[in-house]
């Protein structure tokens, strides 16, 4: 059987807690229904997304969602063969690890710069290791990444009238931030992996971030 499948979401689980990323490939019919509060945040995260896809006129969306990844990856293929300025949702895979990049923009010299979009008025530590696991995927791809940043809500920001998106998002740098995110990604997914091969759910206190990086062969 070939290497399982990841997401950069499965990647933060795993990295948060190896049973959590256990749990979540093999009894999501253990997992609780979303609450309406929740599902009013994941909302309001994807009109976010959508406004942010303002700050890049001409962009194109690959519309194809998380049921149709090869879809994804060749909609993305083709958005860059014919030179769209900006794709959105773009879909990368490197090492059987898929993406989906919130923004990509071309830059004049044939590079690309990467924008995460959050919807949190600061960076914070979480956003780090996402940003850097579309990194370690772009990179070692052979996408020709500029920059990685984050895209987040400007605190300061009033509304008068419609809305100003040049106003309401700022933009913050991260390259040099997710420095030690991005060396520790090895280490994390050869953890990641040894776990889901395993049969049995991990004997782990859900939350232990500690273990991820000793050998998995001492898990359970």
């Not at 049973?19 to 509060?37: G, I, K, M, T």
């Not at 929740?38 to 194109?60: C, D, K, S």
């Not at 600061?122 to 780090?128: C, F, G, Q, R, Y």
């Amino acid at each position: 059987m070939g290497t399982r499948r990841l997401s950069k979401s499965q990647y933060c689980k795993g990295r948060q807690c190896l049973r959590r990323v256990w749990l979540y490939n093999f009894r999501r019919d253990l997992a609780e229904a979303p609450s309406a509060f929740q599902e009013t945040i994941f909302e309001q995260g994807h009109e976010v997304g959508r406004l942010a896809h303002q700050l890049f006129p001409g962009g194109i969306l690959v519309a194809e969602d998380h049921t149709n990844p090869d879809g994804a990856l060749a909609r993305t293929a083709q958005l860059l063969r014919d030179g769209a300025p900006a794709i959105f949702e773009a879909a990368f895979l490197h090492e059987n690890i898929l993406i989906r990049a919130d923004i990509v923009a071309r830059n004049d010299n044939g590079t690309w710069d990467l924008f995460e979009v959050k919807s949190t008025t600061s960076v914070k530590d979480e956003h780090l290791h996402d940003a850097a696991i579309q990194r370690y995927v772009l990179s070692n791809a052979g996408f020709p990444l500029r920059s990685v940043n984050l895209v987040h809500l400007n605190r300061e920001y009033t509304r008068r009238g419609p809305i100003d998106v040049n106003q309401l998002f700022l933009k913050a740098p991260l390259d040099s931030e997710i420095t030690e995110a991005s060396q520790e990604i090895p280490a994390y997914l050869k953890a990641i992996r040894a776990t889901l091969a395993r049969d049995e759910e991990p004997k782990v206190l859900i939350g232990s971030i500690g273990l991820v990086l000793h050998s998995v062969e001492t898990l359970g």
